[in-house]
């Protein structure tokens, strides 16, 4: 046993409080296991999907629409996407979906009282999944991150953290362990992100675990220029302006996103939501509330007058890529871990692209479902034994001191996030990239990371900054060495150098490492749903 101020054992511990890691919680309990759920902030408020509303990918069992679902990202994911999974995902989301509506979620109806399922307020429904999961027993810690993994020679044991609020440190002994942290947004702002700092990846590179489709992370969502909400969809009904009122030709293509990152390198942007008929004004209103409290706040009528817009980046947040997963189960290569959500690669029903919710809420809450049901049977067949093993912390594994150091000379927790920020934040860095661009800012990303490994300090003392810091630059190097590997334009990987894709790069991409990141090709000899071969691009 450890020193921790809270000693716990487990069948099951879940980190991440989000809807994946949720979904997972519950099902691992009703699998007859013992849950702990540990979360950053506070189960069922943190998260990107807790402050708004999302569409899910909910399709009804009709093979025709089933068709078209499928079909609808195949292109703009660059055909990496698998239709075995697909289908499963489908399946899962529908039937998690209607168990939803059974508990009691207040799905909306039309005239004819039909219920319509295609979307979710996530303040309900982070709610109503922390209610399922405090009736299922899962114990929650809220407020407590993780910071290391536990190990022994048989594989991930539990976890050891913090409670940021009473700085009390916790060790809870699993015999499986489900990494649902959601991805890494790198504290830029975005609404619900300022928790998904790629913690999860750090700890699952420090088991040994890898991960697939780290270069499509060039997600950036338009917002105005003085909020936070990263609800882009309206901007389909936008005129794009420049600062003279002069119409940004092809800022609402299909490449608008391209056009208006290019434009924002040298003047500001405006927009105004001028294709909007009275009725769908109300609609807009009724369905996302919080996109228009910033315009309320400033006395600004998005509809008739012009106002600033910038693009926030998110990502691996709305990128596709994440912790490497080898079966249907969500499992990764290191023996008792799972990854769900956000966390793990999405590419398997995405390939290299995806938008908000959608897609991703499906992932959520049925990578989620596998990992927790499969965590379970795990756990319980390892016997009580599994959950008292004296393991060892494996934050070692990346040589990033524990605590903060007190030195004058040693950089600030806040200064190694602002300069990571400069590397993964500008248009001319992450969206157009270049082959020497990447290897310029992978270059001073290594040098960050040995700065780390030196010692760094917290203003604030607590040791979760350090973490946040060490994760945020881990997983910008997984970024740029993968986008260094695809030399092509697919999916939201876009190169300036290799401006068209190239169909003899029709695979995945595995990376990993700490100390040397690298990155390689993934074709898996014994697929059981294999990429789609053949097709033209």
């Known amino acids: ?9 487990a069948d099951v511990l879940v980190i991440g409080g989000g809807p994946a890691g949720t979904w997972a919680a519950l099902t691992a309990a009703k699998g007859g296991a013992k849950v702990v759920l540990v979360d950053k902030g506070y189960c069922g408020t943190s ?3 807790a402050p708004s509303g999302t569409g899910v990918w909910y399709v009804n069992p009709d093979s025709k629409e089933r068709e078209k679902a499928m079909q609808s990202r195949e292109v703009l994911g660059g055909y990496l996407a698998d239709r075995g999974w697909m289908k499963r995902v489908l399946d899962r989301t529908f039937d998690n979906v209607n168990q939803i509506a059974a508990w009691g979620y207040p799905f909306p109806k039309d005239e004819i009282d039909v219920s319509h399922r295609g979307t979710l307020q996530g303040p309900e429904y982070m709610k109503l999944m922390r209610k ?52 890494c947004a790198f504290l830029s702002k975005a609404l619900g992100t300022n928790v998904l700092t790629g913690d999860g990846y750090l700890l699952a590179a420090e088991a040994g675990a ?34 003279d009122g002069t119409v940004i030709e092809g800022a609402g293509s299909q490449k608008g996103r391209s056009v208006i990152a290019r434009t924002l390198l040298t003047q500001p942007v405006y927009a105004r939501l001028d294709k909007v008929d009275e009725m769908m004004k109300t609609a807009m209103r009724k369905a996302q509330p919080n996109f228009f409290l910033s315009f309320d706040r400033l006395g600004i009528d998005p509809f008739t007058q012009k106002f600033p817009v910038t693009l926030r980046f998110e990502g691996t947040v709305r990128g596709t890529g994440g912790i490497h997963i080898v079966d249907e189960t969500c499992a990764t290569q290191v023996p008792g871990l799972y990854a769900a959500g956000d966390a793990a690669t999405r590419e398997l029903i995405c390939g290299g692209f995806t938008g908000g919710g959608s897609h991703n809420a499906a992932w959520a809450m049925s990578s989620g479902y596998w990992s927790g049901e499969a965590a379970a049977k795990f756990a319980i067949k390892q016997g009580s034994y599994a959950s008292n093993r004296n393991a060892q912390g494996l934050s070692r594994t990346s040589g990033i001191p524990k605590q903060p150091i007190v030195s004058s000379d040693a950089p600030d927790s806040q200064e190694i996030v602002k300069a990571v920020q400069n590397e993964v934040f500008p248009y001319d860095r992450n969206w157009f990239r270049t082959g020497a661009g990447l ?52 999916g939201m990987h876009r190169r300036e150098d290799f401006p068209t894709i190239d169909q003899k790069q029709h695979y995945r991409i595995l990376s990993g490492g700490l100390d040397h990141t690298w990155a390689k090709p993934f074709v898996d000899q014994n697929p059981k749903f294999p990429i789609r071969e053949g097709i033209v691009l």
């Open 210 to 243: 890898n991960f697939s489709g780290m270069e499509f992370s060039t997600a950036y969502s338009l917002v105005p220029a003085f909020s936070p909400v990263t609800k882009s969809a309206f901007y389909t009904w936008a005129t794009f302006y420049y600062e």
């Open 1 to 9: 046993m450890s020193h921790a101020d809270l000693n716990l054992r």
């Open 47 to 49: 998260g990107a999907t």
């Open 132 to 183: 399922q999961i405090q009736k299922a027993g899962v114990r929650i810690l809220d407020h407590s991150p993780a910071l290391e993994l536990l190990a022994d020679e048989y594989g991930v044991a539990g976890a050891a953290g913090i409670n940021n609020q009473t700085q009390e440190a916790w060790r809870i002994e699993a015999a499986a362990v489900i990494i649902a942290t959601g991805g």
């Open 439 to 490: 290897k310029a800012s992978l270059n001073r990303l290594d040098s960050i990371w040995e700065k780390l490994k030196q010692g760094i300090g917290a203003k604030d003392g607590n040791v979760t900054r350090i973490r946040e810091a060490a994760a945020m630059t881990a997983t910008a190097r997984w970024m740029y060495t993968s986008g260094l590997e695809r030399k092509e334009t697919r």
